[in-house]
């Protein structure tokens, strides 16, 4: 059975930056994301939204649980339910692994204290903010970077996936793989343990130009701007992308989800529609369910006032 489609995860729009990526402030958890931008989301005629959450956005620092954090999530997830869109909930840091080498977080590949944490903070989320299972979705940890976590990341998502299913076993789980969820890591995930597993990934290809001027990605130029015509892209770039990934998923009866793709504001509003639209026909002709990067803000804003030119056009290719 095709989840995504037949529950209503095919386009949807990430809100970075509010519950994760941030100041954690009273003002940004409050104020970044409203009521009033879920209604607009929804207005655009997508289905769903991926919202990035951090542990200490629920955990306190003497390990006890935030309830305003819960309550928080709730609230948003109620508002997706007023508006008709579903969630995806998504850990984009736990204690220990943030893939942002910034956060300083280390060791959760390597500490059974850090992954007992993880366990609890997921057995918590499915406890506390599950909803109704044809319209939450759990993503169960944002972009493992290095190749060689990825024995135990196998390891720690199949247990994961254990301790939720008791509480929750019939809620979609979605997990991605090393390389920041590269689609072509996939085929390192294990079998998925049941129909209800999604093989996730995420796509800034080619990196060049989507994250051109981009100051964390230290390897390129950080002064070259190229054009979508400039950075030659060829036709069948994305299918070729994307084939390591489609042969793993069909080899092993799981659907697949590009939870993050998108192009930085530092490309013209008019070349970022081309790239969409390009990326748009390869989701389209394998049918692969999606969801942007950002809906505010992030660098990579769609909301953002720079877009309202292309705007009407670009979402139609989300």
């Known amino acids: 059975m095709q989840y995504l489609k037949t529950l209503g995860f095919t386009r949807g729009v990430n809100l970075g930056g509010w519950m994760s990526q941030c100041d954690y402030s009273e003002d940004r958890l409050e104020h970044f994301i409203t009521e009033a931008d879920i209604a607009k989301i929804a207005s655009w005629g997508l289905n769903h939204v991926r919202i990035p959450v951090d542990y200490n956005v629920f955990e306190n620092e003497d390990g006890s649980w935030n309830d305003a954090g819960f309550a928080r999530l709730n609230r948003a997830l109620g508002w997706c339910r007023k508006h008709g869109l579903n969630a995806v909930i998504d850990l984009h840091k736990t204690a220990g692994f943030s893939f942002d080498k910034d956060e300083a977080e280390v060791g959760f590949f390597d500490s059974e204290e850090y992954q007992e944490r993880f366990y609890r903070l997921w057995e918590e989320l499915a406890k506390r903010c599950a909803g109704d299972p044809r319209h939450v979705a759990f993503e169960l940890l944002n ?62 290809e080619p990196v060049g130009f989507t994250h051109q001027g981009a100051p964390w990605v230290p390897y390129l130029d950080q002064e070259k701007r190229m054009t979508y015509e400039e950075a030659a892209i060829p036709q069948d770039y994305f299918e070729r992308a994307f084939a390591p990934a489609i042969e793993h998923a069909k080899k092993n009866g799981a659907e697949l989800y590009c939870g993050e793709y998108g192009v930085i504001d530092r490309a013209s509003p008019e070349d970022a529609l081309k790239w969409y639209k390009h990326i748009h026909a390869a989701f389209e002709k394998y049918g692969i369910s999606r969801c942007a990067w950002s809906y505010k803000q992030m660098d990579f804003g769609l909301s953002d006032a720079r877009m309202d030119g292309v705007r009407d056009e670009l979402i139609k290719y989300l």
């Open 143 to 204: 972009e493992v970077t290095e190749e060689g976590f990825i024995a135990a990341w196998n390891r720690i998502a199949a247990e994961c996936i254990r301790r939720v299913r008791r509480i929750a076993p019939s809620h979609l789980i979605l997990v991605g793989s090393y390389h920041n969820n590269s689609a072509h890591a996939v085929p390192a995930l294990d079998p998925p343990a049941d129909d209800k597993v999604i093989y996730n990934f995420h796509c800034y």
